[in-house]
């Protein structure tokens, strides 16, 4: 069955960074767009960034443009989040998600399966 396990995650403090990976089993990896979404307490759903299955296109919405590099390796079959610059709002449970299709999207219902999600907290 499919599998997405999130790992990397953890305490930071302020300007520092973390690398978010997540494994992923039970389907074609390299066939499939992934993304990384957060949920901050108290707070809806966010797409963070997504990328294609082929690693052609990324997305990033715009409050992590320039800190954050989304990538995969298909051989692999394992999607990263690079953070850096790290700052008290990126404070959130993140998730890993599959999409149902090559390419990414910024709606629910476009993904199929989700990890367990993996905390992230910025304080100092």
């Known amino acids: 069955q499919v599998q997405l396990v999130e790992s990397g995650g953890g305490l930071a403090q302020p300007g520092g960074s973390l690398r978010l990976s997540c494994a992923a089993s039970?389907?074609?990896?390299?066939?499939?767009?992934m993304s990384w979404a957060r949920q901050a307490p108290g707070k809806g759903l966010e797409w963070v960034s997504g990328?294609?299955?082929?690693?052609?296109?990324?997305y990033y919405t715009d409050s992590v443009k320039g800190r954050f590099t989304i990538s995969r390796d298909n051989t692999k079959n394992t999607l990263y989040l690079q953070m850096n610059g790290l700052k008290s709002e990126d404070t959130a449970l993140y998730y890993c998600?599959?999409?149902?299709?090559?390419?990414?999207?910024?709606?629910?219902?476009?993904?199929?399966?989700w990890g367990q999600g993996i905390q992230v907290t910025v304080s100092s």
């Open positions: 998600a599959k999409a149902r299709g090559p390419y990414y999207a910024i709606e629910d219902d476009e993904y199929d399966y």
């Open positions: 039970g389907f074609r990896f390299s066939r499939y767009a």
């Open positions: 990328i294609a299955s082929d690693d052609s296109d990324t």
